[in-house]
């Protein structure tokens, strides 16, 4: 019987890739200066950067730091896994917050950050990426509540021929035109804490650097913005309290900032081009009256990078 031998057209000509998982989570970390001195360490840290992929949790609960700041229940979760839809690599990060208690001032029910990307195997280096399942659910504010507009699509679609974000012209006019409105605003205010304007200037002139000018090589680079459009506070009858934007101003405490999204670049350990990276901070406070510091509670980070 004659035997068929494989030719170089007959034999299959597939790259085979490999893929570097990389997800963070944690609920909540800081540092206090007033009325105690203490730094907050990230509560229920969990991380997976590995080629393999797992699912890694953590929990904690009934946590409270000398009465000042607490909450009931913190999950964290990260994952990353080969699709079996279309054999790319998806990559999940999500952060669980339950009774949150800032100085009895910001009180929350639950919050919830979560961040997947999927790096497709005909696009590597550029991921889609979603928000599905963030949340804010219960805000208040002195035990007032008030009702965010949250926007989980401010990313916009992937970017067509593997092109990083930062070089996404629809995604950068969406995010300036949040910028300048922001920056508006502050401008026109008055009585702002020290700083509030000129970092709102600056990540506006960040943007629109990266507008006319392409990012170059394969440094470091990211923009903010944030997935809230709005905050209605209507209900919330605050002497001096305002908003601007994601931005709660409160007098006598400090502000507070919402849905918080870094979106970036940076180099990658043994890849030739850039991973893109996301991360996501749900509650940003900076402290400025009855006491001072900062507090971060729900946070998360995805990106990763594929390589023959």
């Known amino acids: 019987m004659a035997t068929m031998t494989e030719t170089p057209e007959t034999m299959s000509t597939e790259i085979k890739y490999e893929h570097m998982y990389h997800a963070e989570a944690h609920v909540l970390s800081g540092e ?84 997947s990307t ?68 502050i401008a026109k205010a008055k009585d702002l804490p020290v700083g509030i304007k000129d970092q709102y200037d600056k990540r506006l002139a960040t943007i629109n650097e990266l507008i006319s000018h392409s ?27 305002r908003t601007v934007g994601n931005l709660l101003l409160i007098p006598e405490f400090g502000t507070v900032a919402l849905g918080e999204l870094e979106v970036g670049i940076e180099p990658m350990t043994g890849f030739t081009r850039p991973s893109n990276y996301f991360t996501l901070r749900m509650v940003d406070i900076v402290l400025g009256c009855v006491g001072h510091g900062t507090v971060q509670g729900g946070g998360g980070s995805v990106n990763g990078g594929t390589r023959p």
């Open 32 to 115: 206090l200066e007033r009325p105690i001195e203490q730094k907050i360490e990230k509560h229920a840290p969990v991380a997976l950067k590995d080629l393999r992929g797992a699912h890694l949790t953590r929990s904690t609960q009934d946590i409270s730091i000398e009465g000042l700041i607490s909450y009931k229940r913190g999950h964290t979760r990260v994952s990353g896994s080969r699709s079996r839809k279309h054999q790319g690599w998806v990559t999940l990060s999500t952060s669980i917050l339950e009774g949150l208690n800032v100085f009895e001032i910001v009180t929350a029910d639950r919050v919830v950050a979560q961040l």
């Open 118 to 185: 999927d790096h497709l195997p005909d696009n590597r280096y550029v991921p889609r990426v979603t928000f599905l399942g963030t949340q804010f659910n219960g805000i208040r504010l002195s035990g007032f509540p008030i009702n965010l507009e949250i926007d989980l699509g401010i990313c916009g679609d992937k970017p067509a021929g593997d092109r990083p974000y930062l070089e996404e012209s629809s995604f950068l006019r969406r995010i300036r035109e949040q910028a300048e409105t922001l920056s508006g605003t």
């Open 215 to 241: 990012l170059n090589g394969n440094g470091k680079a990211s923009v903010t913005c944030s997935l809230v459009k709005s905050i209605d506070i209507r209900n919330a009858p605050i002497p001096g309290l």
